[in-house]
């Protein structure tokens, strides 16, 4: 069964770090594109950035190109959401999915098949 489980969330103050974890099980990260997306309530889902391993494809919004990063460990089949200097619109609940692709491009809520539950981040002083 895949699944996708989310932590690292937590409170953290602007300016601070946070790396949030994506746990994957029941598939192949060779074989999937792994996407981050944020919501806020009231506000649609939006997506962040996407990182496919078997292409090396990558994608990273304007909103947090410089201060967010991805890496991958494939042993774990963990994928990881760096996110430094965060600021107060960070805020959010992020949800990582995944969708069947070699490609990134800006991630689009229907094209990831498998999403995980979410972790709340709050940027706050």
């Known amino acids: 069964q895949l699944q996708l489980v989310e932590s690292g969330g937590g409170l953290v103050q602007p300016g601070g770090s946070l790396r949030l974890s994506c746990a994957t099980s029941?598939?192949?990260?060779?074989?999937?594109?792994i996407g981050w997306f944020r919501q806020v309530p009231g506000k649609e889902r939006e997506g962040i950035s996407c990182?496919?391993?078997?292409?090396?494809?990558?994608y990273l919004a304007d909103s947090v190109k410089g201060r967010f990063t991805i890496s991958r460990d494939n042993a774990k089949n963990t994928e990881y959401l760096q996110m430094n200097s965060l600021q107060l619109e960070d805020t959010a609940v992020y949800y990582c999915?995944?969708?069947?692709?070699?490609?990134?491009?800006?991630?689009?809520?229907?094209?990831?098949?498998?999403w995980g539950q979410g972790t709340q981040v709050t940027v706050s002083s």
């Open positions: 029941g598939l192949s990260l060779n074989d999937y594109a």
């Open positions: 999915a995944a969708t069947r692709s070699s490609y990134c491009y800006e991630p689009i809520i229907y094209e990831y098949d498998y």
């Open positions: 990182f496919a391993s078997s292409t090396g494809s990558t």
